[in-house]
């Protein structure tokens, strides 16, 4: 069954590669030089990360006044640390983001719905869940699909549910079957990686992801993003938001801290 859903997947996509390289032989290229995208667009796109354990209240402090400052797209944090930097980001237009199952995917999905839920009270605005990725791996899609409607049903109708595939831990099938599993689960976003477990988004990751999902689901690159040049390459092969904790050097062209 597996073999045959990802067969068909990959004939689809074969045949949208061919269709896209016809249309792009017939048309001039635009935009691709990453001059095109400022310094200000790019923040737009930035989820303002900090999931190290131990980080402090003054880094979050920090965290909340460079989002500010820069006016990323949004703070991304553990549940923990959710009413505290609502409560510093209160008004302001900067989302509140909180990761769910983080970093390993593997809790009860009552547990993740039950974290899920204390988020959206706590106020954040967006959700990123890891899915169960050994379900997927041994096969048991209906695992997976379920552990993400299961968070979904949590989620308000403002809420922008977005689902990490840890993609450094599975072969190209098992990617396309996450993107399409998270599809039809209702996520509005599938995200490369936690930045925790091996490498973190490639070029050609966030382009399959993009082909898998189409057009009107978001695709977040995350993982390994340190620098101006690297956020623009995924913006370009698809990517609609970024996920970095060395935004600021992003943007300011400043060295990059950390390894997320």
């Given at each position: 069954?597996?073999?045959?859903?990802?067969?068909?997947?990959?004939?689809?996509?074969?045949?949208?590669?061919?269709?896209?390289?016809t249309a792009k032989g017939s048309t001039s290229e635009k935009n691709t030089s990453p001059a095109s995208i400022t310094a200000?667009?790019?923040?737009?796109?930035?989820?303002?990360?900090?999931?190290?354990?131990?980080?402090?209240?003054?880094?979050?402090?920090?965290?909340?006044?460079?989002?500010?400052?820069?006016?990323?797209?949004?703070?991304?944090?553990?549940?923990?640390?959710?009413?505290?930097?609502?409560?510093?980001?209160?008004?302001?237009?900067?989302?509140?983001?909180?990761?769910?199952?983080?970093?390993?995917?593997?809790?009860?999905?009552?547990?993740?719905?039950?974290?899920?839920?204390?988020?959206?009270?706590?106020?954040?605005?967006?959700?990123?869940?890891?899915?169960?990725?050994?379900?997927?791996?041994?096969?048991?899609?209906?695992?997976?699909?379920?552990?993400?409607?299961?968070?979904?049903?949590?989620?308000?109708?403002?809420?922008?549910?977005?689902?990490?595939?840890?993609?450094?831990?599975?072969?190209?099938?098992?990617?396309?079957?996450?993107?399409?599993?998270?599809?039809?689960?209702?996520?509005?976003?599938?995200?490369?990686?936690?930045?925790?477990?091996?490498?973190?988004?490639?070029?050609?990751?966030?382009?399959?992801?993009?082909?898998?999902?189409?057009?009107?689901?978001?695709?977040?690159?995350?993982?390994g993003i340190r620098d101006y040049e690297t956020a623009v390459a995924m913006i370009r092969a698809g990517a609609s938001r970024?996920?970095?904790?060395?935004?600021?050097?992003?943007?300011?062209?400043?060295?990059?801290?950390?390894?997320?």
């Amino acid at each position: 069954m597996i073999e045959k859903i990802t067969k068909e997947i990959l004939s689809k996509l074969e045949k949208m590669n061919k269709a896209e390289g016809t249309a792009k032989g017939s048309t001039s290229e635009k935009n691709t030089s990453p001059a095109s995208i400022t310094a200000q667009e790019l923040a737009a796109y930035i989820d303002h990360t900090l999931l190290k354990p131990g980080a402090t209240e003054d880094q979050f402090a920090q965290l909340c006044e460079e989002a500010l400052h820069y006016k990323f797209k949004s703070v991304c944090v553990n549940s923990s640390w959710i009413p505290y930097v609502a409560k510093k980001l209160r008004g302001s237009s900067v989302k509140v983001c909180s990761v769910i199952g983080f970093p390993l995917g593997e809790m009860d999905t009552r547990s993740k719905a039950f974290e899920a839920r204390n988020a959206l009270a706590n106020g954040a605005h967006e959700l990123d869940m890891v899915i169960n990725i050994g379900a997927l791996k041994s096969g048991n899609l209906k695992l997976v699909e379920e552990d993400i409607r299961a968070i979904k049903r949590v989620c308000r109708r403002t809420t922008i549910l977005k689902v990490i595939i840890e993609t450094s831990l599975l072969n190209e099938s098992e990617k396309i079957l996450a993107c399409e599993i998270s599809k039809k689960a209702g996520a509005d976003f599938v995200k490369t990686s936690t930045g925790f477990t091996g490498d973190g988004a490639t070029v050609e990751d966030i382009a399959l992801m993009r082909q898998v999902v189409g057009p009107k689901i978001g695709v977040k690159a995350s993982g390994g993003i340190r620098d101006y040049e690297t956020a623009v390459a995924m913006i370009r092969a698809g990517a609609s938001r970024i996920g970095a904790g060395g935004s600021v050097a992003i943007v300011t062209g400043s060295p990059a801290n950390g390894s997320y």
